[in-house]
């Protein structure tokens, strides 16, 4: 194509034609070379975030980070519980902050935060912000977490990774037709980009949001934690999340608590370690336990933090070393 | 083999084929060659001068059709 582009960010490499955006709505060939229109102007930016809320629950729990999102995302995903800026157009949005990347981390420094969190719609779409703002963070102490689909080729996610200290990743169903059919993705690459994340040294901890009729069958739910815990250890901690009903899914109900709470004794029984439901309130759902002693480790409510018996990010009643990032 | 039969046969061969190529080729727009609307320049210009947007260069992408990076 005469004047044309390879977006290659992602495995949906969009070609484009001039003055066309990707499917991502933000980065367009202007006069035969890609731009991105969101480098340093998101939509969100939220100071008081708990780290928990990401969630991630083995690093720096109690913790604030600094939380940005820009608009637009490389996955259109029925059930998008952040829609309204995910399937938005930059050039549509209300309210847009200026906040490159030096300001970014001025603004997370003086609130205290002790990361910054590139999340809410998609940190891969705006692949540029997020890696020159990691740099500038890592220089000044603070850490990096990615919360991400992992829809990504492996170059641009190893650049990401080099820089990130903890992902949220989520795995939407262990089912390549799901993916295509309700998240207009793929499967493997997100397989594949847990396992190169997990291996490079990135904290990893992974969400499934439980969708009522579409992902809660649990044999497929076993085959996914059989494929954790052969793929990536019994030590990666796996969220399950409450579906609400948004977007194009509002006919569904939300996801019921017994649901989550079979999926998640179908994870521990496949041998994971540490397995958390999220989003509803469900006794013990979000506590921490020593898978040796059985001790309480972390205690929590909601988002905030009731417990801690975690000592030199050791088990403080057994000594056993629990994974995570605790300083 | 009846003329009519002929024409029955080739229409649903036909069909077929189509049918194959539609399923194929939305394949192709979704996974290889997904892409959005073509944005009006002017309005992009005129928030990139407000502040809103920027034209900041991409990385991760290759000419169309001029092999890989």
Redesign the interface.
């Known amino acids: 194509?005469k004047g044309?582009?390879?977006?290659?960010?992602c495995?949906?490499?969009?070609?484009?034609?001039?003055?066309?955006?990707?499917?991502?709505?933000v980065?367009?060939n202007?006069g035969?070379?890609?731009?991105?229109?969101?480098?340093?102007?998101p939509v969100s930016a939220n100071p008081y975030d708990p780290i928990e809320k990401k969630p991630l629950f083995h690093f720096l729990p109690g913790t604030r980070c600094f939380s940005i999102a820009t608009a637009g995302c490389n996955l259109h995903c029925k059930f998008c519980q952040n829609y309204e800026i995910s399937q938005l157009n930059?050039?549509d949005?209300d309210r847009?902050y200026?906040l490159p990347p030096d300001k970014l981390v001025q603004a997370a420094l003086r609130n205290g935060c002790r990361s910054i969190a590139y999340t809410y719609s998609e940190p891969i779409i705006f692949?540029?912000?997020v890696?020159d703002t990691q740099v500038l963070a890592r220089e000044r102490g603070i850490r990096n977490v990615l919360v991400t689909a992992g829809y990504i080729?492996e170059?641009?996610l190893q650049e990401l990774n080099r820089h990130a200290d903890a992902a949220n990743i989520d795995l939407k169903a262990y089912s390549d037709d799901y993916y295509?059919t309700v998240c207009?993705g793929?499967l493997a690459p997100v397989l594949r980009n847990l396992e190169i994340s997990v291996k490079d040294g990135v904290w990893v901890e992974m969400t499934n949001l439980i969708v009522p009729t579409l992902n809660d069958d649990m044999d497929m739910i076993k085959r996914m934690c059989e494929w954790v815990t052969e793929r990536l250890g019994p030590d990666v901690p796996l969220h399950f999340s409450r579906f609400m009903p948004l977007y194009k899914l509002t006919h569904l109900p939300p996801t019921p608590a017994d649901t989550l709470v079979k999926a998640r004794e179908v994870a521990m029984a496949q041998g994971l370690h540490f397995v958390y439901v999220g989003n509803v309130d469900v006794p013990g759902g979000g506590d921490t336990i020593c898978p040796g002693c059985k001790n309480l480790l972390i205690g929590r409510r909601g988002y905030a933090i009731l417990a801690l018996n975690i000592k030199d990010g050791k088990c403080a009643a057994c000594g056993r070393a629990v994974p995570g990032v605790w300083k | 083999m009846r003329k009519d039969d002929l024409k029955f046969l080739a229409m649903f061969a036909a069909t077929v084929w189509l049918s194959g190529f539609v399923v194929y080729s939305s394949y192709l727009r979704?996974?290889?060659?997904?892409?959005?609307?073509?944005?009006d320049?002017k309005?992009?210009e005129r928030?990139v001068g407000e502040?809103?947007?920027?034209?900041?260069?991409?990385?991760?992408?290759?000419?169309?059709?001029e092999g890989?990076?």
Do not use: S
């Open positions: 194509m044309g582009v390879k977006c290659t960010l495995p949906r490499e969009c070609v484009l034609g001039p003055a066309q955006r990707g499917d991502c709505r980065r367009v202007v035969g070379k890609l731009v991105t229109l969101v480098y340093g102007k930059p050039d949005a847009v200026d692949f540029e912000y890696r080729n170059a641009p295509r207009a793929t | 979704d996974l290889r060659t997904a892409a959005g609307p073509t944005v320049m309005r992009i928030l502040g809103r947007l920027t034209l900041h260069p991409a990385d991760y992408w290759e000419p169309d059709g890989g990076k």
